[in-house]
């Protein structure tokens, strides 16, 4: 069924979740990189709604803010006092007149939710003309649901909150999600009505459920089997244990596409990274923000890559790559941080234990081990000794240093930046260069070697001395 001229959508995004102990908006706790209400979002836009109207509260700038960048067609009302469902639907009565006949009302904390069920509701609601039509489901673990109460023919008689049921009531393992599509008219003509005898003083949208049964209008549920589907986010608990199934589903999602995943349990992916068919990813790495992995890369184990391109062919084995573009066929790690503004030719190699900043590293090029690249512009076939850095900061500001084509730089060699290392240039182990070096010149800096006959030894017996 095409929704697209017959569903608005009203999200209940008001409440600051007291449960999960934080300052934050509940709705913009983080699940595999995004905000937990983007989950619900991007599954209410597979139904192609007319419109979706957000009702925001705690901390309602930093929700609307998010809401404006990442989802512009979106309206929102303010809720300023948290007076129970039924009152936040009434928030949004000026949008009334231009929505559509099913309205779809769901938390803005339910991000396990899917396109699929919530067609099944609408279904629901459409083929057997309902006045509303509930999500329920059955819970091995129904504390703090509200229960779905039925008679012995399944008809729905009401539904009552944890706060509110008996002892018998609280048995029940049918529970209701929060998410209903109702018949437009029917929900206007009583979402004023409804009052707020209970236990929380707040207006509810259950307690309109039990007044449709008694006016006799049409009302039945529909049950999704598995619960974890249609359950809301509380605490810090179920927080991890939602990003735990987005966390599956993404794996699966990219595995679906042709990515090998060694040991999915271990590893994490955000939502938003992009994975090529025939990359391979081992266990235990971390995929975050908008990294790009392309095909036939090797990410190994241990690896944490965050908003980064990593090119076909190219190796990473326990390393660290932030906000960097890294060529193909190159092989990097183990255990290098490459840090933000990198960019890597073909084929360059940056070993173990090494570090590299806001650089440019050309194709064939080596830094193999042990060694720091900072505010560097570096061309190709350079090779870097161990233990050389590239000394790009004074105290005050950051230095470029420039090693052009084909040099070759010894072990233990500081190049005291700004400074240009010419093409074929050779640079001795254990140099520390203050000036620019020539084109295919060779460059020693060391202080005289002087030897003391048996200093050694009487080096030692002066220690010896000194212990005394």
Do not use: W
């Not at 229960?147 to 018998?168: C, M, N, Q």
């Not at 060779?442 to 005289?448: C, F, T, Y």
Request: aromatic share 6%.
């Amino acid at each position: 069924m095409d929704f697209s001229n017959d569903l608005s959508v009203i999200i209940l995004a008001a409440g600051k979740g007291k449960r999960m102990k934080s300052e934050n908006p509940k709705v913009l706790h983080k699940i595999c990189g995004r905000p937990i209400i983007y989950y619900i979002l991007k599954q209410i836009e597979a139904l192609d709604p007319k419109n979706i109207i957000t009702v925001i509260g705690y901390k309602k700038e930093q929700v609307r803010k998010y809401l404006e960048e990442s989802f512009p067609e979106i309206r929102t009302v303010d809720q300023d006092e948290q007076a129970g469902t039924a009152h936040a639907v009434l928030m949004a009565d000026k949008y009334f007149p231009k929505m559509c006949k099913n309205i779809l009302v769901l938390s803005g904390d339910s991000p396990l939710i899917t396109s699929d069920t919530l067609k099944s509701l609408i279904d629901l609601r459409e083929e057997k003309n309902l006045s509303v039509s509930i999500l329920t489901s059955i819970s091995d673990d129904p504390y703090g649901y509200g229960r779905i109460i039925k008679d012995r023919s399944g008809k729905i008689l009401k539904i009552v909150e944890e706060v509110d049921a008996t002892p018998e009531e609280k048995e029940i393992d049918e529970v209701n999600s929060s998410i209903y599509c109702f018949e437009k008219e029917t929900l206007i003509e009583n979402i004023g009505k409804i009052g707020a005898g209970n236990a929380q003083g707040e207006y509810y949208l259950t307690d309109m459920i039990e007044m449709f049964i008694d006016k006799g209008k049409k009302v039945a549920s529909f049950t999704v089997y598995d619960h974890d589907e249609a359950s809301g986010i509380n605490d810090r608990v179920q927080l991890a244990l939602a990003e735990e199934s987005i966390r599956d589903r993404i794996n699966k999602r990219h595995m679906k596409n042709g990515v090998t995943i060694r040991n999915p349990s271990s590893v994490f992916i955000e939502d938003a990274v992009i994975i090529e068919a025939d990359a391979v990813i081992e266990s235990s790495c971390f995929l975050n923000g908008s990294t790009v992995i392309e095909k036939e890369a090797n990410i190994g184990p241990f690896s944490q890559i965050t908003d980064s391109r990593i090119a076909q062919n190219t190796v990473v084995n326990s390393s660290v790559i932030m906000g960097a573009e890294i060529g193909p066929e190159n092989n990097i790690g183990p255990y290098s941080y490459i840090r933000p503004n990198t960019v890597t030719g073909r084929r360059v190699k940056i070993g173990a234990f090494c570090e590299v900043k806001r650089s440019s590293i050309g194709e064939g090029s080596k830094v193999p081990h042990l060694s720091y690249i900072g505010d560097t512009e570096m061309g190709s076939g350079v090779n870097i000794g161990a233990s050389s850095v590239t000394v790009n900061y004074n105290g005050f500001s950051k230095l470029k240093t420039i090693i052009e084509d084909d040099v070759f730089i010894g072990s233990d060699t500081m190049l005291i930046a700004p400074i240009r290392i010419g093409e074929g240039a050779i640079v001795a182990a254990g140099s520390v260069v203050t000036r620019d070096v020539p084109g295919d010149a060779l460059a020693i800096e060391r202080a005289k070697q002087k030897n003391i006959g048996k200093g050694a030894i009487k080096y030692r017996n002066r220690k010896n001395i000194d212990r005394e």
